[in-house]
């Protein structure tokens, strides 16, 4: 029961363009949401979160979008640089307390080609 | 500050043998989750642990367990090791307080033969 979704297992953009990385959700219980990007031998790091109170949320080139009716959510990346490059992973949490567990989507590959 | 720590990094075991990896959450960091990544399933949840206590599991069996000490360093176990736990292995820690983001280590490369 995959309850966090990214059905794109990749996706490539060109430098200076925008990229957009997908996220479905089935559980209305999830209140939090983030995004990590994993480079290669490395662990996840965290890029952006947004609540549930809020539909979108800014942080310099990344944006994040949340739609709940739809239980999807996007990351906005303006303009992508090829440093973008990496697996992007969104993850969701609920019940305030359970910080510890986040369900994971299966990641997307992001390739930005110079 | 010093980010998570994980050893090993890369370890061999074969069919039947128990392993132990260790995890050094951030200082001032009560809570450690453990994660599990596979080509094929991304990253799943293991389990967590807050003041020396497991606050939450994940779908799992009995062979993985884990702990946390005082001083919230936590270690996983995974006994009779089989083919399919090849993985990697993450460790992440937080406050622990509220919702917000796990700083994750390195992880630990698995590799049962």
């Known amino acids: 029961d995959q309850q966090v979704k990214q059905n794109s297992p990749s996706l490539s953009v060109q430098e200076g363009r925008i990229s957009i990385l997908n996220c479905d959700y089935t559980?209305?219980?999830?209140?939090?949401f983030l995004w990590y990007k994993k480079y290669p031998a490395e662990g996840p790091t965290f890029l952006i979160s947004?609540?549930?109170?809020?539909d979108k949320n800014e942080d310099g080139r990344f944006t994040v979008f949340l739609n709940k009716s739809a239980k999807h959510l996007s990351l906005h990346i303006v303009p992508s640089q090829p440093g973008d490059s990496a697996v992007y992973f969104c993850?969701?949490?609920?019940?305030?307390?359970?910080?510890?567990?986040?369900?994971f989507g299966q990641g997307t590959t992001l390739q930005v080609k110079p | 500050k010093a980010g998570v720590t994980q050893t090993p990094r890369y370890l061999i075991k074969t069919r039947g043998q128990q392993v132990t990896l260790s995890c050094s959450p951030i200082?001032?960091?009560?809570?450690v989750s453990w994660y599990q990544q596979t080509p094929g399933q991304g990253l799943q949840f293991l389990f967590e642990?807050?003041?020396?206590?497991?606050?939450n599991k994940g779908n799992f069996p009995g062979r993985f367990s884990g702990r946390q000490f005082s001083n919230s360093r936590s270690e996983m176990n995974v006994s009779t090791l089989e083919l399919g736990d090849s993985a990697l292995y993450l460790c992440?820690?937080?406050?622990?307080?509220?919702?917000?983001?796990?700083?994750f280590g390195e992880g630990s490369r698995l590799t049962v033969l």
């Open positions: 992440a820690s937080s406050f622990g307080a509220e919702a917000g983001e796990l700083f």
């Open positions: 559980n209305s219980m999830f209140d939090y």
């Open positions: 947004i609540s549930s109170i809020k």
């Open positions: 993850a969701a949490s609920g019940i305030s307390g359970n910080t510890g567990k986040l369900i």
């Open positions: 200082s001032g960091h009560r809570s």
């Open positions: 642990y807050f003041s020396e206590t497991q606050r």
